[in-house]
């Protein structure tokens, strides 16, 4: 292993984050308290909704949101084929048979024709994943899923702040975010549902403390899904400047692409019209055409410094214990076989300096004999 100079994350804290913990630490209250409650206000209102339900982890904000629905056996979630695997996890721990549609290749995300055909009597919910950071085209897969009368959970686990045609996601039916150390947004580990919906968030928040109304009151069987304070305390200062967070992501996302521009193989992110991404990931393909593979490049970055991820090699479902699972529907999806094969993430987190952004071009460039 040689010394990685550029990383491809890098989580650090500020004095406000600091100062807000220890005011949890001195407050006594560590579990699911005002902080959390304050959370909750920043990110309804950084999506525009009536409601925001903080959880402990953006998985169980999936989980949380798919049982809200209250999906019967049989029940289908259609979803992307190239995302963690906490989406597909997510809908078969909620019971969820789930079936696949193909992305586009110049996004990244679910391509909403390939949607309409893998619609089926059976389908419930259209899962999209707003992935890397930019926003799945939510107008035309909002106007598919009206026409069909399904449920929308968004996964928006890596796109705190993003926005469609002036939209932030999280408003488009039900929304779950991650806060997972490596987001955009971060609290070590935690997730927020945020839906319009009252009655959505109203059973949000009794599968989250037990199925308790009020003490001792059960109403459905929970689960214990809560955040604490000191999680919710990390959080707060960063959603107060999340907008600076994701103006420096975009930056550093702009500098790449001008070092990076022109070179034979290589594909820099396309910006969709009318969508404001937030630069999760910086994410290239290396084509056929390049002077060398997906996999030699990742390689030959790490010996110049550089730390370059594969999100994802494999498509979703290709793993072996998903082989033979009857709720796991494979169908064809040849774009996102073809970006599990030649995406590459790139450093653009907002820790990046000059020198780094530097570094990152000059190796890749190297890289593709330029
Ligand atoms: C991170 C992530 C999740 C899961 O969030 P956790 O907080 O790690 O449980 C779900 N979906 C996507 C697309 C993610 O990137």
């Known amino acids: 292993m ?12 500020g004095s406000a984050e600091e100062a807000l913990v220890l005011e949890v630490l001195r407050s006594g209250i560590v579990a699911q308290g005002p902080k959390v409650a304050r959370l909750e206000e920043l ?19 999936l989980v949380a949101a798919l049982q809200a629905l209250e999906l019967q056996p049989g029940d289908e979630v259609v979803t992307s084929p190239f995302t963690f695997v906490a989406t597909l996890n ?52 909002s106007a598919l899923a009206s026409a069909h009368g399904l449920a929308v959970v968004e996964d928006a686990a890596q796109a705190h702040g993003a926005t469609v045609e002036g939209r932030p996601v999280g408003g488009f039916g039900v929304a779950c ?34 199925g308790m109304r009020s003490r001792y009151q059960y109403e459905v069987a929970g689960h214990n899904y809560r955040m604490t304070d000191l999680q919710a305390a990390l959080g707060i200062p960063q959603l107060e400047r999340l907008a600076e967070i994701n103006d420096a992501r975009r930056a550093n996302a702009a500098v790449l692409d001008a070092g ?32 060398l593979g997906r996999d030699q490049l990742v390689d030959a970055l790490a010996a110049a410094g550089v730390g370059a991820g594969v999100y994802y090699p494999r498509v979703v479902h290709d793993y072996d214990c998903y082989r033979n699972d009857p709720r796991v529907v494979v169908g064809d999806a040849p774009n996102a076989a073809r970006a599990a ?24 460039r190297r890289c593709f004999g330029a």
């Open 2 to 13: 040689s010394d990685i100079q550029v990383p491809i994350t890098s989580v650090r804290f």
């Open 177 to 210: 975010f991650s806060l997972y150390a490596t987001k955009n947004v971060t609290t070590g580990e935690g997730g927020v549902v945020t839906t319009d919906d009252d009655r959505l968030a109203d059973r949000l928040r009794l599968l989250r403390n037990q």
């Open 260 to 291: 990076l521009a022109g070179l034979e193989g290589l594909v820099t992110p396309t910006v969709k019209d009318g969508r404001a991404h937030v630069f999760h990931q910086y994410t290239v393909r290396v084509t056929p055409d390049a002077p």
């Open 90 to 141: 997510a809908a078969l721990e909620a019971g969820a048979t789930v079936r696949f549609a193909d992305i586009g290749l110049d996004d990244f995300n679910l391509d909403p024709d390939a949607l309409a055909g893998a619609v089926t009597p059976r389908t419930k919910v259209v899962m999209p994943v707003h992935l890397y950071g930019q926003a799945a085209d939510m107008p035309r897969i």
């Open 341 to 364: 094969a030649e995406v590459v993430s790139l450093p653009v987190h907002p820790h990046l300096t000059p020198a780094d952004l530097d570094q990152i071009v000059t190796a890749v």
């Open 43 to 61: 990110f309804a209102q950084l999506t525009g909704t009536a409601h925001a339900v903080a959880v402990n982890n953006g998985t169980t904000a």
